[in-house]
């Protein structure tokens, strides 16, 4: 992903992660890619090699040594204390902002912000609100919700969450990141045979079991169906055991880099999202995979829950399930795989919901009015 051209008068913004990058973590790099008002450098503790492609364009600042030196940094930071090393990156940089990304780099990125100079803008994802927090964290949030200049939920029911967790209303607002559209334009390709799509952690939140409990009944009755699962996780074993049962039904495609996610999209006939609440409290916030699918034209059939459906229009541009019925989740995707009318209709309706709702520059726009008011806020303290 390549940052948007800028005006040479732009600010500058840390963008603050304490894992640097998860594959997964497409959306964090597009809301960065696409500020255009704001240069951005991403500075972190530890570098995941997995996320190397989706950084290659961006200034990436590394804040952590290895060993117990490194380990000593970090600790003394989430105290306060800042240093040298990492203050001169800071300098080097000079920032008129940091935004953290997720709640659990809230901490680290205010003492950062402190040692800057500047306000912190910080972002809850989902697990950073609804999982049972450590007391370490619980304290962390709250002085976060106390000094950060503003608190971005991408869902309302985190917003929700948020201020019931003790974070002052006025400091909350609802902002997704949104998808950038135009990487979905191109028209789907012929499908030659039903294709099911799943693009996810095979893990508990994910609810891959349940979907995998779904399909003998969906087998049974669009017999040529297949489903593809774009993924990796925990489950392996689950997942591996009901491709051998269904060897003509079922593809494990793996870890797929974001390019050939978008390109299996136009070949792939409906979405499957059966993501239901962790047994740890782990939640979805709102899933940037529903506003790709649907950018892409993909209806979706999910569990009706929280933060799935603020992204559906149901029955237009997907459909709803009761969370957790697997045999409800059978029947709608059984009856749109033989309903190509309404699959079309949905597909159309798809594409031009997220494009209103969702458009990840639009989403920026908000993204960067929202830092222009924290930093003339805090210029006027």
């Not at 304490?18 to 530890?46: H, W």
């Not at 940094?73 to 240093?83: C, D, E, S, T």
């Not at 940091?98 to 803008?121: E, K, N, R, W």
């Not at 569990?303 to 989740?329: H, Q, S, W, Y």
Request: proline share 7%.
């Amino acid at each position: 992903m390549k940052p948007a051209s800028r005006p040479g008068n732009e600010r500058r913004v840390v963008i603050f992660k304490k894992d640097l990058i998860a594959y997964s973590e497409t959306f964090v790099v597009e809301q960065a890619a696409n500020l255009s008002r704001y240069k951005p450098a991403f500075f972190g503790f530890n570098h995941l090699s997995s996320g190397d492609d989706l950084l290659k364009n961006f200034q990436v600042e590394f804040l952590s040594t290895r060993g117990l030196l490194g380990w000593g940094r970090r600790q003394a930071l989430r105290a306060g204390w800042v240093a040298p090393r990492w203050r001169r990156q800071l300098e080097r940089f000079d920032p008129h902002l940091v935004h953290a990304q997720f709640g659990f780099s809230g901490l680290p990125a205010l003492h950062l912000a402190c040692c800057a100079g500047v306000p912190l803008v910080v972002t809850f994802q989902g697990s950073d609100i609804t999982t049972r927090p450590s007391p370490a964290y619980l304290h962390a949030r709250r002085r976060v919700y106390r000094d950060a200049a503003a608190i971005l939920g991408v869902g309302n029911h985190l917003c929700e969450k948020l201020i019931a967790d003790g974070c002052p209303p006025e400091k909350v607002t609802f902002l997704t990141t949104g998808v950038d559209c135009r990487k979905f334009d191109a028209p789907s390709e012929a499908i030659r045979r039903p294709t099911l799509l799943f693009i996810g952690r095979f893990v508990e939140k994910k609810g891959i079991a349940l979907l995998l409990a779904a399909m003998p009944a969906i087998i049974k009755a669009v017999p040529e169906v297949n489903l593809e699962l774009i993924g990796s996780g925990p489950d392996q074993l689950l997942v591996d055991e009901a491709a051998r049962q269904y060897p003509n039904n079922i593809t494990i495609r793996g870890k797929q880099p974001h390019a050939e996610v978008i390109a299996t999209l136009r070949r792939t006939t409906l979405h499957c999202m059966p993501s239901l609440p962790a047994s740890s409290g782990d939640s979805e916030g709102l899933p940037t995979v529903l506003l790709e699918t649907q950018a892409a034209g993909v209806p979706p059939v999910a569990f009706d829950t929280a933060g799935v459906r603020e992204a559906i229009d149901n029955g237009k541009t997907g459909l709803l399930v009761p969370p957790g019925d697997v045999p409800a989740m059978a029947d709608a995707i059984v009856t749109l795989l033989r309903n190509e009318s309404r699959r079309i209709a949905m597909s159309e309706a798809a594409r031009q919901h997220i494009r209103t709702h969702f458009d990840v520059r639009n989403q920026c726009a908000k993204l960067e009015t929202i830092y222009d008011r924290a930093i003339e806020d805090y210029m006027t303290v």
